[in-house]
């Protein structure tokens, strides 16, 4: 393997900065976006399986934003020059731990305000996997599919990743 095999530390990927129109400004490394509150894109992935059911997953320890919570989506940060549909099927299948995912549907996009002067741009997508999923390990410490009563009841049990939680919210307000 040589140097240029060698993955980029998650820190060091290079984002497109964006306006609060989601137009880019500009491109800094993720971990330098995240410590000066750099408004950036992320991909959101609600995935179901054959049954209709919701992938559920603990993110691991190591996670740099909402590590060891419950999230309903895969997904992460959009780089550089790349697309939200391309970030949602690069994201998709990289964390299930599959490749041939169906290109995942763009739902809707909004601006999240995490409250502490962090926001930034979401695009919330949707696939079906029927395929057999192996989670990244560097990313998902535990999941499951759920049905969506079983989502709705842990809800208010389980620490929920707040993005993730207002972009469920607002998938269920879209679908009325």
């Known amino acids: 393997m040589t140097a240029s095999d060698e993955p980029v530390p998650a820190a060091d990927e290079i984002l ?10 500009g491109r800094a490394p993720r971990g330098e976006a995240y410590a000066r509150g750099l408004r950036h894109r992320c991909a959101f992935i609600l995935v179901r399986d054959a049954e209709d059911r919701i992938f559920v997953h603990r993110r691991t320890s190591t996670k740099l934003v909402h590590p060891s919570l419950y999230d309903m989506f895969v ?6 020059g ?3 549909a391309e970030a949602a099927l690069r994201e998709a299948e990289e964390e299930l731990g599959v490749s041939g995912l169906p290109r995942p549907t763009h739902l809707f996009t909004f601006l ?9 741009w979401s695009a ?12 990244q390990p ?17 809800l208010g049990e389980w620490a929920w990743a707040p993005d993730g939680l207002e972009a469920y919210e607002r998938l269920k307000a879209h679908r009325g």
């Open 124 to 135: 919330v997508h949707e696939v079906r996997c029927d395929l057999p999923v192996r989670p």
């Open 75 to 80: 997904g992460g940060v959009v780089g550089a």
């Open 82 to 84: 790349e697309s939200y």
């Open 112 to 120: 999240y305000d995490a409250g502490d002067g962090r926001s930034w």
């Open 16 to 25: 497109d900065i964006v306006d609060e129109e989601d137009r880019v400004t």
């Open 138 to 154: 560097e990313e998902v410490a535990w999941h499951a599919f759920l049905t969506e009563p079983e989502l709705e009841r842990r």
